[in-house]
T-cell receptor
Framework: GQQLNQSPQSMFIQEGEDVSMNCTSS?????WLWYKQDPGEGPVLLIA?????ELTSNGRLTAQFGITRKDSFLNISASIPSDVGIYFC?????????????FGKGTMLLVSP | GAGVSQSPSNKVTEKGKDVELRCDPI?????LYWYRQRLGQGLEFLIY????????KSGLPSDRFSAERTGESVSTLTIQRTQQEDSAVYLC??????????FGPGTRLTVT
């Protein structure tokens, strides 16, 4: 099946620092999504990307759909303690139906005040 | 409620017992998905319902797993003869057809 490599696995940073995480795939994707999951909760959609090269921001979050269609990154600027959680990338392979969403294994983010 | 709800939030069961997990999607959402999330792992697709179409069961790991959905409302995921490797968080999501998925809080299943 499809594989998504998400890195880093975890990050421990100081409040105010910027953060960057990324996902790469072995095949072309036509959609990239970034989710955040808090403990005991389901993932919450942060940003959705639909076109190669697309750069989208949501407050302090910025994500880009790679030109090759095989990667995406998420940046968080000026991190705050409530950014703590697990961030997942997810994507839909080219020519797949909307039932097919492949997830990365997540990046755990810890922010110290 | 406004979001996807799931019940129970936690379930502890003995190996070999059957369990039933429930998902109430967002009203009006035609698509419903079940995922499994093992500790420290990403989400593993199990099954997808879209309206009255035949469900996509391609992610179900074994014939002990089954799911039903009544129309465009509640869905139940049933695991028969549970095994310890079934221990995980089971997440449900719903969406408008072909749009992004909104997740419930999950059911944490522990098989002892």
């Amino acid at each position: 099946g499809q594989q998504l490599n998400q890195s880093p696995q975890s990050m421990f940073i100081q409040e105010g620092e910027d953060v960057s995480m990324n996902c790469t795939s072995s095949s072309i994707f036509n959609t990239w999504l970034w989710y955040k999951q808090d403990p005991g909760e389901g993932p919450v959609l942060l940003i959705a990307l639909y076109k190669a090269g697309e750069l989208t921001s949501n407050g302090r979050l910025t994500a880009q759909f790679g030109i090759t269609r095989k990667d995406s990154f998420l940046n968080i600027s000026a991190s705050i303690p409530s950014d703590v959680g697990i961030y997942f990338c997810a994507g839909r392979p080219m020519n797949s139906g909307y039932s097919t969403l492949t997830f990365g294994k997540g990046t755990m983010l810890l922010v110290s005040p | 409620g406004a979001g996807v709800s799931q019940s129970p939030s936690n379930k502890v069961t003995e190996k070999g017992k059957d369990v039933e997990l429930r998902c109430d999607p967002i009203s009006g959402h035609t698509a419903l998905y079940w995922y499994r999330q093992r500790l420290g792992q990403g989400l593993e697709f199990l099954i997808y319902f879209q309206g009255n179409s035949a469900p996509d069961k391609s992610g179900l790991p074994s014939d002990r797993f089954s799911a039903e959905r009544t129309g465009e409302s509640v869905s139940t995921l049933t695991i028969q003869r549970t095994q310890q490797e079934d221990s995980a968080v089971y997440l449900c999501a719903s969406s408008l057809k072909d749009r992004n998925q909104y997740f419930g809080p999950g059911t944490r299943l522990t098989v002892t």
